[in-house]
């Protein structure tokens, strides 16, 4: 634990979620040398994937659900974040066009949307997953919000609320003869790079300096000197600080070899579609106002999710069945470290071809309008698992001043505007009294199975290593028939 000052030198490494909503937080809550290194140019481009930014952050859009299961301490933080979702809406169409960040000049001002999640059963019956879920939304006194398909009570609530048009936007009904599907009314997505780009811009405004770029952005390593964090940068540069917080996303690992137990870097697999500029059909058939987000055959071996279009007409598709890994030789251990389209030694754009075959049955079965046109991009996103899928926000043992801040575990981007006001109160050592402090403290697993990580075996020869999966061309993007 750090002795906290409002002087306190403090640098945060990594500007993704983690990191620039930490430094937000603690910007507001007094504290005024915050510092963000982060390697990459995440202002200038504004996060925006198509600009050459990977992290998991820096993307298009992320799902925002409010539905945890039995996780109530996960549901009340993203009730609480969806407040501030409407806030920053409310925020940037109040703002004058000079006081946005310029990406969020013009076009489409709005982060966080209200579309609906559409989760389609793959079979005839619904999954115990899904029943499970209702019956604990019933018992949250939630249960309202939620259409099932075959329902009519819900069904006709639906129409009375205007979510009828999203319930079977795919006319699977008609086409195929089934449609096992429940809508919640209460999720949607948000523009991920633009709402990094919006928090950005908030904790500069409350005073947070931000050194970006390969050279004295990145960070080469986290030492110790006289009980104090050293950070060493890329330009030969070190900075002795009262506190680091590494928030490096998947590059965490690698920077706090310690955290390996804990975290394991794996990478989910994105497409996308271009719709064409001249079909009308499709644009308005795909718009955030007529389209959800849709999940397709969760916890029954599909996996796949997808986005309404952009302002850009781009559909973004992911499929999360098998999370790859990528084993390295960092600082004398076997690590999973990224392997991604622009930042890291080893490029790669493509995904391993089950990836891509999955995702062309999810278009061809629920979007059949887009077997035409084709994918038109492939990406690796890397996700930063945690043993439990519980983020990991902690002091490292033994390493005074140094704490960790990561293990998004795929469900971390919804709580940009709130998670780090739970952050703050760790750094400041009342992690014992609080809900979140005692969820997210450093920790081992009891459960041998320990989240599927090391799935690899053996930490680099198991099923999932990407060394050995047969990658997808640009041949394989067109269908088949
Ligand atoms: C495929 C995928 C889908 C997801 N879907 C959802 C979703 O639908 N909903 C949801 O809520 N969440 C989702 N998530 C989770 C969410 O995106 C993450 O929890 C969150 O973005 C992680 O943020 P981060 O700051 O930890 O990491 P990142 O966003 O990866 O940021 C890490 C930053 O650290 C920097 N960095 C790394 N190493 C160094 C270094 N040595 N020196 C300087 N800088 C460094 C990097 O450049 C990067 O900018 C998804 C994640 C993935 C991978």
């Known amino acids: 634990m750090a002795n906290m000052q409002p002087s306190s030198k403090i640098t945060i490494v990594g500007s993704g979620v983690f990191g620039i909503s930490t430094a937000l937080w603690l910007a507001r809550s007094g504290y005024h040398d915050v510092t963000v290194l982060d390697m990459q140019a995440t202002a200038s481009t504004a996060y925006d994937p198509s600009s050459g ?79 499970r879920t209702l019956e604990n939304m019933e018992s949250e006194g939630i249960r309202d919000f939620q ?100 928030a490096g996303g998947g590059w965490t690992p690698s920077l706090v070899p310690e955290v390996r137990d804990l975290l394991e870097t794996t990478a989910g697999s994105v497409v996308t579609v271009q719709l064409p500029k001249d079909r009308n059909d499709l644009w308005d058939k795909f718009a955030p106002e007529n389209f959800p987000v849709v999940t397709w055959g969760m916890k029954q071996d599909k996996e796949v999710y997808s986005f309404p279009r952009d302002e850009n007409g781009v559909i973004k598709i992911g499929w999360r069945k098998t999370k790859w890994t990528n ?77 960790v801040c990561s293990g998004g575990s795929g469900h971390g981007f919804k709580f940009l505007p709130i998670l780090m006001r739970e952050v703050v109160k760790i750094l400041e050592g009342k992690s ?29 020869d198991g099923p999932s290593v990407l060394s050995k999966q047969v990658m997808a061309s640009e041949a394989d993007w067109k269908f088949g028939y």
């Open 53 to 131: 930014i990977d992290s998991a952050s820096a993307d298009l859009n992320k799902i925002i659900r409010f539905s945890y299961d039995s996780e109530v301490e996960y549901q009340r933080l993203a009730t609480e974040a969806a407040e501030m979702w409407n806030e920053w809406n409310r925020d940037i169409a109040a703002s004058p066009e000079d006081g946005l960040p310029e990406r969020l000049r013009g076009g489409d001002r709005r982060l966080w949307w209200n579309a609906g999640l559409l989760r389609i059963s793959c079979k005839s019956e619904f999954s115990d997953f899904e029943l």
């Open 147 to 246: 259409f099932k398909s075959n329902d009519e009570q819900d069904l006709q609530r639906a129409k009375e609320r205007g979510w009828a048009h999203k319930l079977d936007p795919c006319r699977r009904q008609e086409r195929l003869g089934v449609h096992k599907a429940v809508l919640d009314s209460t999720a949607g997505f948000v523009y991920a790079y633009k709402s990094c780009a919006w928090a950005q811009h908030l904790a500069v405004k409350a005073g947070v300096k931000m050194v970006l770029g390969p050279e004295r952005g990145k960070v080469t390593g986290v030492s110790s000197r006289d009980n104090h964090p050293v950070v060493s940068t890329a330009d030969g540069c070190e900075h002795v600080v009262d506190l680091v917080v590494v």
């Open 327 to 403: 084993f390295d030789e960092v600082k004398g251990r076997r690590i999973s470290v990224p392997k991604t389209a622009h930042v890291t030694e080893q490029k790669e754009t493509r995904i391993p071809k089950p990836a891509l075959d999955g995702i062309k049955e999810y278009i061809s079965e629920i979007l059949p309008e887009l077997v035409p046109l084709g994918i038109s991009s492939t990406k690796l996103c890397w996700y930063t698992d945690s043993i439990d899928n519980s983020f990991v926000i902690d002091f490292v043992p033994g390493r005074p001043g140094i704490a």
């Open 432 to 460: 014992q009294d609080t809900v979140y402090g005692q969820m997210w403290k450093w920790r081992s697993s009891t459960s041998p199975t320990r989240n599927g990580l090391e799935q690899a075996g053996g930490r680099g």
